[in-house]
């Protein structure tokens, strides 16, 4: 059985920072792009930055530069530090494993 699991979201204040971690567990970790995605209510779900089993990582523009996703490959982990927070990354914040797969979600909230 396939599990994501997210901590680590919560409540900041704008410019503050905040780091996401997404423990995954019943599949192979290692080889496999990790995503991370976020939704506002009314939207459609936005894919904010992406990791590759071999380290290379791509961003949503409007976070390059104030977010980095990492991953630790024995802790079966992937990471997203949120530096630089603004309002509009208020957000539910899912992490992804080949597409299918996702977490519960968790609420970052970003007071102006």
């Known amino acids: 059985q396939v599990q994501l699991v997210e901590s680590g979201g919560g409540l900041v204040q704008a410019g503050g920072s905040l780091r996401l971690s997404c423990a995954v567990s019943?599949?192979?970790?290692?080889?496999?792009?990790m995503r991370w995605y976020r939704q506002v209510p009314g939207k459609r779900r936005e894919l904010v930055a992406g990791?590759?089993?071999?380290?290379?990582?791509n961003y949503a523009d409007s976070v390059k530069g104030r977010f980095t996703i990492s991953r630790d490959n024995a802790k079966k982990t992937v990471y997203l530090q949120m530096n630089s927070l603004k309002f509009e990354d208020t957000a539910v914040y899912y992490c992804?494993?080949?597409?299918?797969?996702w977490g519960q979600g968790i609420q970052v909230t970003v007071s102006s």
């Open positions: 992804n494993i080949r597409s299918a797969y």
């Open positions: 019943g599949i192979a970790f290692g080889l496999n792009t």
């Open positions: 990791i590759t089993s071999g380290g290379d990582t």
